[in-house]
T-cell receptor, first 118, second 114 residues
């Protein structure tokens, strides 16, 4: 089945540093990938849509200079949290849509990356 | 604004009890509907999905959901839950069109007591 991986699974960093999170689709190609943020006991909030070969599309209220997204290839998207602060601590999840022969599309989610900024 | 609501934040059931989790979405034309499950320490997994056709959709692990267009609802059901169903359940909607992004509900935490 389709699998999406994320690396690292958890990271602890000092305030002011930048952190890069990778999202890979392992057995299919994805021209778009999605980045979500999940706060404790809350739902997933879509941050941005990563587009292969073009700029990411950010949701309202998400700082594009803060959360840099690069869709380097058809199987890799990266999210860089720049100058991280404690309020950026959260669980970041990516997903990649896979379209089947039937035309239906299903999102497959990565295991998430837990970021803690001290 | 397009939104998805799940009214049950926490549900506690005994094994063999029946389950129904509510999901309502705001009007937005054509919709594709999903239920995802997140077991403790694991990533989101697709339970079932509705695109078109029969409004009663059957998914994995004995779950099913019914799309009722007039009520803007897509409730999740299981006739007899097991301890292993303890997890968080998310309803999600894709409003179609050119975008394939999902809007999630707030999730329902289900605890099944043995």
């Amino acid at each position: 089945g389709a699998v999406v991986s994320q690396h690292p699974s958890r990271v602890i960093c000092k305030s002011g540093t930048s952190v890069k999170i990778e999202c890979r689709s392992l057995d299919f190609q994805a021209t778009t990938m999605f980045w979500y943020r999940q706060f404790p006991k809350q739902s997933l909030m879509l941050m941005a849509t990563s587009n292969e070969g073009s700029k990411a599309t950010y949701e309202q209220g998400v700082e594009k200079d803060k959360f840099l997204i690069n869709h380097a290839s058809l199987t890799l998207s990266t999210l860089t949290v720049t100058s991280a602060h404690p309020e950026d601590s959260s669980f970041y999840i990516c997903s990649a849509p896979r379209r089947f022969v039937s035309g239906q599309e299903t999102q497959y989610f990565g295991p998430g990356t837990r970021l803690l900024v001290l | 604004a397009q939104s998805v609501s799940q009214h049950n934040h926490h549900v506690i059931l005994s094994e063999a009890a029946s389950l129904e989790l509510g999901c309502n979405y705001s009007y937005g034309g054509t919709v594709n509907l999903f239920w995802y499950v997140q077991y403790p320490g694991q990533h989101l997994q697709l339970l079932l999905k509705y695109f078109s056709g029969d409004p009663l959709v059957k998914g994995i692990k004995g779950f099913e959901a019914e799309f009722i267009k007039s009520k803007f609802s897509f409730n999740l059901r299981k006739p007899s839950v097991q301890w292993s169903d303890t997890a968080e359940y998310f309803c999600a909607v894709n409003y179609g069109g050119a975008t394939n992004k999902l809007i999630f509900g707030t999730g329902t935490l289900l605890a099944v007591q043995p």
